[in-house]
């Protein structure tokens, strides 16, 4: 089970990686914040529509008195993803945030990033490169350190 943030939500709806995130996950579920923040606020916004139609994405509620003391860190979407995840043991954070990431790990959560499941879909021979993708990504907004695309590519034999 993945639970997902919006960001790499969004950034995988708009590469057409959404049945990937599917498939690796089984089980996908997002906060009431994530929906929120991606399908009602955004709704107009690219990848929206596309995560909106997506009718195997569980909508969660979340223990507020998790999630308070995380959101004096992290965004609303951000500390309800890592409370549900806090919730859910046999959960993986789905999250490219780096505080978020860092606070992930300080409470021994399992994460994976875009670049990491990515990464995982084409280890499965459920996309054929990471390369174009990787570009789609970036032609979407999402900034990655050269270093990093370079280590990916070069781990996944591209």
Known sequence: ?????????????????????????????????VWEE????QADAPGA???AAQTWIEVRLVDAAVATPILSVLGRGEAEAIALALREPQATLLLDDGRARKLADR???ARIGTLGLLT???????VPAVKPLVGQLQANGMWIEPRIV???????GE
Do not use: C, F, Y
């Not at 370079?150 to 996944?156: M, T």
């Open 120 to 126: 995982k879909a084409k280890r499965a021979g459920l």
């Open 150 to 156: 370079a280590a990916i590519l070069k781990e996944v």
């Open 38 to 41: 991606v399908v009602v606020a």
């Open 107 to 109: 409470l021994g959560l």
């Open 1 to 33: 089970m993945i639970v997902a943030d919006s960001s790499a939500l969004v950034l995988l709806a708009r590469i057409g990686q959404l049945e990937t995130l599917r498939a690796l996950a089984g089980r996908v579920v997002v906060p009431i914040a």
């Open 49 to 51: 529509r596309e995560v």
